[in-house]
């Protein structure tokens, strides 16, 4: 099993930024893919950036030149930095990792973690 650990959010006022973590642990032997997604209050879930192994990475149009998704392969973690936050940057943030199990043969699952809540607001 694979466990993400989100951190890093809070409330944040427009224009300020925020930077957001999520470390995987468990029965990992790589990680692919990792991203983080936002699901704002009544809406779907939708991608914010995402980031290869080899760290090639893929952002949302709405976010393009104000955030930045990185990821250090040793510590199994995934940062996105946000800047320039906007009040309609509101949402619940969750991290995304698709893992190659250590302990089943062949066999790989992608994971979300809990979500942490970023409110933008003066």
């Known amino acids: 099993q694979v466990q993400l650990v989100e951190s890093g959010g809070g409330l944040v006022q427009p224009g300020g930024s925020l930077r957001l973590s999520c470390a995987a642990s468990g029965s990992i032997f790589s990680i692919y893919d990792m991203g983080w997604y936002r699901q704002a209050p009544g809406k779907q879930r939708e991608l914010v950036a995402a980031i290869t192994s080899g760290g090639s990475t893929n952002y949302a149009d709405s976010v393009k030149g104000r955030f930045t998704i990185s990821r250090d392969n040793a510590k199994n973690t995934v940062y996105l930095q946000m800047n320039s936050l906007k009040p309609e940057y509101t949402a619940v943030y969750y991290c995304?990792?698709?893992?190659?199990?250590?302990?089943?043969?062949?066999?790989?699952?992608?994971?979300w973690g809990q979500g942490t809540k970023v409110p933008v607001s003066s």
């Open positions: 995304n990792a698709c893992v190659v199990s250590s302990t089943v043969v062949a066999s790989s699952s992608c994971y």
